[in-house]
């Protein structure tokens, strides 16, 4: 299988990388300043750049995506907008653009996270750009068949309690091992429109 994984070189797209790779994916490693190909996907013309360069694909992961975290008062419009710009649009127009090069049963695989169901302070931008993107996966499903679109939903990660533990009080967390199992059902299974709560 010939699998886009954007993201590929941060700690959810490394874990996701081995695990496609050992199942035999042929996985084309992309990011914003390492990987096969560069490429910053919230920008749409580098966008159809790398899609024009890949061809045709059978399946699209995404373990990208930056939003800022501040208090709500001190919140800006240029931050949501760099939320938007940054997770929401960039993971919509890798589906957008890439219905034109996916094989007709491909799949699209979505992150998001679980601040779009138990917010945190701080985090409303990162809330709201996870919930606007399970919308779109859930819309889009019912557009797109018979290729396939779900969204990987996870906690915080295990391996980066260290760096964000503080901000998830409580909330526990996920190991990456279980989060690329996410990963593996999306790509190589049957379901469709699934967010994959973690
Ligand atoms: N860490 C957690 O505990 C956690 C929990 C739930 C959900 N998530 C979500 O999972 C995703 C990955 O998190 P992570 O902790 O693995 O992040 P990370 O270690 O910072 O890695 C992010 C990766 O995505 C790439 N990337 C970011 N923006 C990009 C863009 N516009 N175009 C192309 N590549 C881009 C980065 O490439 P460069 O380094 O080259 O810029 C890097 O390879 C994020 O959406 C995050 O919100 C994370």
Request: hydrophobic share 40%; glycine share 10%.
């Given at each position: 299988?010939?699998?886009?994984?954007?993201?590929?070189?941060?700690?959810?797209?490394?874990?996701?990388?081995?695990?496609?790779?050992?199942?035999?994916?042929?996985?084309?490693?992309?990011?914003?300043?390492?990987?096969?190909?560069?490429?910053?996907?919230?920008?749409?013309?580098?966008?159809?750049?790398?899609y024009r360069r890949?061809?045709?694909v059978d399946a699209v992961v995404?373990?990208?995506?930056?939003?800022?975290?501040?208090?709500?008062p001190e919140m800006t419009?240029?931050?949501?907008?760099?939320?938007f710009t940054g997770k929401v649009l960039a993971q919509i127009e890798l589906v957008r653009q890439g219905l034109a090069h996916i094989a007709e049963r491909?799949?699209?695989t979505l992150v998001t996270g679980i601040l779009a169901r138990e917010p945190i302070p701080t985090g409303s931008a990162a809330s709201m750009a996870n919930g606007a993107l399970e919308a779109f996966v859930r819309a889009a499903a019912?557009?797109?068949?018979?290729?396939?679109?779900?969204?990987v939903s996870p906690n915080v990660f295990t391996e980066s309690l260290a760096d964000y533990g503080?901000?998830?009080?409580?909330?526990?967390?996920?190991?990456?091992?279980?989060?690329?199992?996410?990963?593996?059902?999306?790509?190589?299974?049957?379901?469709?429109?699934?967010?994959?709560?973690?």
């Amino acid at each position: 299988m010939k699998t886009l994984l954007i993201g590929a070189t941060g700690t959810l797209g490394t874990a996701v990388h081995k695990e496609l790779s050992a199942r035999g994916h042929d996985v084309i490693a992309v990011g914003r300043s390492a990987g096969d190909l560069r490429c910053d996907i919230s920008d749409p013309a580098q966008t159809a750049e790398l899609y024009r360069r890949v061809g045709r694909v059978d399946a699209v992961v995404s373990a990208a995506g930056d939003v800022p975290y501040k208090p709500l008062p001190e919140m800006t419009p240029e931050d949501y907008r760099a939320a938007f710009t940054g997770k929401v649009l960039a993971q919509i127009e890798l589906v957008r653009q890439g219905l034109a090069h996916i094989a007709e049963r491909g799949s699209f695989t979505l992150v998001t996270g679980i601040l779009a169901r138990e917010p945190i302070p701080t985090g409303s931008a990162a809330s709201m750009a996870n919930g606007a993107l399970e919308a779109f996966v859930r819309a889009a499903a019912i557009e797109i068949a018979p290729r396939r679109i779900n969204a990987v939903s996870p906690n915080v990660f295990t391996e980066s309690l260290a760096d964000y533990g503080s901000y998830f009080p409580g909330m526990g967390s996920v190991g990456l091992d279980e989060v690329t199992q996410a990963y593996v059902r999306s790509v190589e299974g049957g379901q469709t429109g699934q967010v994959y709560a973690l």
